[in-house]
């Protein structure tokens, strides 16, 4: 899935200046075995987990990829409280 790999390459540029190099690419290791949603599921968790601030754009560009994957709205709904305000 083409498409995904560019949404996650938009995602993880946008993120770099603020999340340890190793803690995104420990959490998107996955995408190398074409396992979007976990990779998806590892980097909202490490968000969460070192309670990074995303951009509205950045949120909206995880559930783009959790609604294009079919992952339940509820399952990341902690992302949204992420985002700054």
Same mark, same amino acid.
């Given at each position: ?13 946008? +993120? /770099? ?6 803690? %995104? ?6 995408? #190398?075995? *074409? =396992?979007?949603? +976990? /990779? ?6 490490? %968000? ?6 995303? #951009?509205? *754009? =950045?949120?909206? +560009? ?17 992302? *949204? =409280?992420?985002?700054?305000?």
């Amino acid at each position: 899935m083409r498409d995904y790999d560019e949404r996650f390459d938009r995602l993880r540029e946008s +993120l /770099a200046e603020r999340v340890d190099a190793a803690v %995104l690419s420990d959490a998107l290791a996955y995408l #190398s075995f *074409r =396992e979007w949603g +976990l /990779a998806l599921e590892a980097l909202c968790d490490q %968000l969460l987990e070192h309670a990074v601030v995303i #951009s509205q *754009r =950045e949120c909206e +560009l995880i559930e783009e990829l959790r609604s294009a994957m079919g992952i339940p709205k509820e399952r990341l709904a902690f992302v *949204r =409280e992420l985002v700054a305000r």
